[in-house]
């Protein structure tokens, strides 16, 4: 049957340690630092539920809930009743009374889930993340793919993931609960519609605005709870967690304690980042106490030590992890920064002066252009000074002229001939 308990409101406490402790920090953390989960999220009679949907709940294959399915104000359950279909080990309601106040239920535990001051915000991808109790805060929460993550605490310890619009949980991915803790004390409140992958392994309750979505062959250690819209399911299997602490049980104080080493050294003008971890209940927060190099600060929330230190030379730094339970942790190390790497200037390649070729002269051939100079001295020349010579190129080509000249001489050698044989006929004409 289901459980008929009356709704308790969500707990929320302020203990006047923690108050104190959040007054000495600083108001830019007070309202995260306050807030303690007094117990899990309150689901009145939707805690016996292992799958509750709002408008149709489907299923394909052997699907078996381990809890009781409700649907309202919906009126089409499909795919239960038996190989193959689905099973149920408890109660089916289907648009009747326990149905409706079991929605009505999950509306309450829905808004108390969104309305609690998150301890981290902007959160996005979970994969490769190891949490620690607390409230946290994303726009589109996702699990990669084969991914996991790790949520590490104790028995009353208790999880909120606030996603704003959806919840995505990759195929293959796990969730893992160490500590003690376990799928009760695990909230997801989802401010649209959520999916759950393939062969994923999911723990915790899923508090939908809209829809619900296991697909093929996912495994879920809690619930499935979908306030206006379809769950659908395929060949799954859903436990809802039972045995789990009542609403209101509150968390005990645990001193927090550092889990880290010593962080890596940086260098000057390189970004750089490092991680301090801790334990501890409620979730602490860090303080560097302004011991940090010149460039470099730590998040209060997540202990991540980043930016870009400027100065060389080594720094002791000591880290306070509180959480309003004494006592406080503290961790002293020297955080070595080394001088920038020198690089190099390149040296310049000398841009080579482009070569003149010097003229060569042609032995007997005067240079184009020049004019003769007498004396001048040639090599290959016949003129005058330490050795042979010729008159310098006077800028004509010498072939026509040699051989005008040529000519000329011919017709004065010619001529010449003539003339004398003219006179030896003469001559022999006298003494005849």
Known sequence: MASTHPIRPFAIVTTGIGLAAVLALGSASSATAATVIDGPVNLGTASSYGVLGASTVTNTGPTVVNGDLGLSPGTSITGFGGAPNGAVNGETHQTDAPATQ???????AYNTAASLTPNQTGLGELNGLSL?????????????NNGALTLAGTADSVWVFQAA???TIGSASRITITGGANACNVFWQVGSSATIGTRAQFQGTVLADQSVTATTGATIAGRLLARNAAVTLDTNRITAPTGCAAAGTPQPSV???????TPEGATAGTPYSSTVTATGLPRP?????????????????????????????????????????????????????APAAVVPTPTPTATPTPTVPTAVPTVGVPTPGASATPGA?????????????????TGADPFPGLLAAGGMAAVGAFLLVLR???????????VG
Not at 102 to 108: G, L
Not at 132 to 144: D, W
């Open 165 to 167: 619009s959806t919840l």
């Open 285 to 337: 927060t860090y303080s560097d106490n302004g011991t940090l190099p010149a460039g470099l600060s730590i998040d209060t929330l997540t202990g991540v030590i980043s930016g870009t230190p400027t100065t060389p030379g080594t720094t002791t730094v000591t880290i306070t992890v509180s959480n309003g339970t004494g006592p406080d942790a503290t961790q002293t190390f020297p955080l070595p920064v």
């Open 102 to 108: 079991a929605q009505i239920d999950t509306t309450t």
């Open 377 to 393: 001295v040639v090599p290959g020349g016949t003129g005058g000074g330490n050795g042979p010579s010729e008159l310098a190129f």
């Open 255 to 261: 001193a927090p304690t550092i889990t880290s080493g």
């Open 132 to 144: 620690t109790p607390g409230v946290y805060r994303g726009g589109e929460l996702a699990l990669a």
């Open 420 to 430: 004398h044989r003219r006179r030896a006929v003469a001559a022999r004409r006298l």
